[in-house]
């Protein structure tokens, strides 16, 4: 089994690399982690994952600069049901519109758009930076086993806008940041984190460790 | 729950910790990532390595030192030190910085903190802020950012300066006490409170740490986000454990995953 990490220049491309291969040696038959800027890699891949950092339209722009990436992609998840994995803005991505400083298409595969979050409490900072808890919206296999809710594990978070899903059964976690943040959501093969899990410790590592054995 | 972030800082110089960490039997004690790694699971939030002699020709054993870390730990890593150019942030976070923070270019010369939180965005741009008490023409007192370990003066306003950075583009504020670091009789906390007030970004408490106590102080008088702490961790005073559950005590939420 391979999994292509879609190399497009984002910072945290050797982290999230980093944390798929330690995963993935933890498993009976470890899956071959590739990093690729190559479409006809991902296309073939049995698993994709889109990292991300930075500003939507940035990246945006950095996946369409791999000419295409997007179609691969869109093509390997839709018509052959390949597990896919967004993280941060990589997960923005996968909305319909960034509404970060301009408005920038996503890949439309979760509906809603990419907004700024607005903590109702004035103490609490933008950008959301730290440790938060998870609360459950949906059951997935991505989190099965792992402690979610107010005594549960922690994620680590870095972002200032979240992805407003327009229908509630693509969330499958928030996290409650002065009101609810989308953390993860799902639909179909795709899932995506607002959180990084190759920045979460154990917890991280786990859930890369599910998404690796998942067969939707 | 959000909880409040513990950092241990580490100095690096040559690719090796300055006085090195003795709070448990690591091999190394020298090792940046072997102190990186026993950090990791103590249950550290987050880490911060500051590149103390930072040149050109020895920018390499820095990235060495992230790439092996980002390799063996898999939690936030901050990285300062010597970053002056776009090319600097882009290799460590290439590397595997998820934040790289800026000390005296962002004096020099303020709109590089805008051309970096533009081409990585705000998250990942830390502005470091090294002030010190200073008696004000008219009586009184104010905080000045100073450069150089504290030795050259700038004459600038640390709390507008604050607010520059952060209107620049500054995802966080890394504030240091000059006044305090070193001493442990605990974080300048009215200027913690005067910089973390007049921004609406996390501010990382740092300087003076000399007891748990302090740390506290840090949060909940200082308002600042997150506190960071070198020798009280480094020299096996206390572990981040006891740190945390101390914070608990105190009423702070913390995050206690094994």
């Known amino acids: 089994m391979s999994v292509a990490i879609i190399d497009y220049g984002s910072g945290n491309l050797h982290s999230a690399a980093k944390a798929f291969e330690r995963a993935a040696r933890s498993m009976d038959v470890p899956d071959k982690i590739i990093v690729t800027r190559d479409p006809e890699v991902v296309f073939r891949a049995d698993r994709i994952v889109l990292p991300g950092v930075g500003a939507f339209a940035d990246c945006r722009k950095g996946l369409d600069s791999l000419d295409g990436m997007v179609e691969a992609m869109t093509e390997a998840v839709r018509d052959k049901a390949r597990p896919f994995f967004g993280i941060c803005v990589g997960m923005q991505l996968m909305a319909t519109r960034g509404k970060e400083h301009v408005t920038t298409d996503g890949l439309n595969w979760i509906a809603g758009d990419v907004e700024k979050i607005s903590p109702r409490e004035e103490n609490l900072k933008i950008p959301h930076m730290g440790w938060n808890t998870l609360d459950m919206v949906r059951e997935h296999p991505v989190l099965e086993r792992l402690p979610l809710g107010p005594k549960g594990r922690h994620a680590y978070f870095v972002h200032s806008y979240h992805l407003n899903a327009t229908n509630e059964a693509d969330v499958l976690a928030r996290a409650d940041y002065g009101g609810p943040v989308t953390a993860m959501v799902g639909k179909d093969t795709a899932i995506g984190t607002q959180f990084h899990p190759e920045k979460s410790q154990r917890f991280g590592l786990a859930l890369i460790s599910n998404f690796l054995k998942w067969k939707p | ?258």
């Open chain 2, 1 to 258: 729950m959000f909880k409040v972030r513990v950092i241990p800082c580490l100095d690096v110089k040559d690719g090796r910790v300055v006085k090195g960490v003795n709070f448990v039997d690591l091999r190394d004690a020298g090792d940046p990532v072997e102190a990186a790694v026993a950090y990791d699971a103590a249950g550290a939030d987050e880490l911060c390595f500051l590149d103390i002699n930072a040149t050109h020709e020895n920018r390499g054993t820095m990235m060495d030192v992230v790439r092996r870390t980002a390799e063996a730990c898999f939690m936030p890593l901050t990285v300062g030190g010597g970053v002056r150019t776009v090319d600097d942030i882009r290799a460590l976070l290439r590397a595997g910085a998820d934040k790289v923070s800026i000390n005296s270019a962002a004096v020099s010369r303020r709109e590089f903190v805008k051309e970096a939180a533009e081409k990585f965005g705000d998250q990942c741009i830390v502005v470091a802020i090294d002030a010190k008490r200073v008696k004000r023409a008219g009586g009184g007192e104010r905080w000045e950012i100073f450069t150089h370990g504290g030795r050259n003066s700038t004459g600038i306003d640390a709390v507008e300066f604050a607010q520059e950075v952060v209107s620049l583009g500054a995802g966080e504020i890394l504030l240091t006490s000059m006044d305090r670091d070193g001493t442990r009789q605990g974080f300048d906390i009215p200027l913690t409170q005067a910089i973390a007030d007049s921004v609406h970004v996390p501010v990382i408490a740092s300087g003076g740490v000399g007891n748990l106590d302090h740390l506290v102080e840090g949060i909940r008088s200082g308002h600042a986000t997150a506190v960071l702490a070198a020798s009280i961790f480094h020299f096996g005073e206390f572990t981040i454990r006891e740190a945390k559950d101390h914070m608990v005590r105190a009423g702070l939420p913390m995050r206690l995953d094994p």
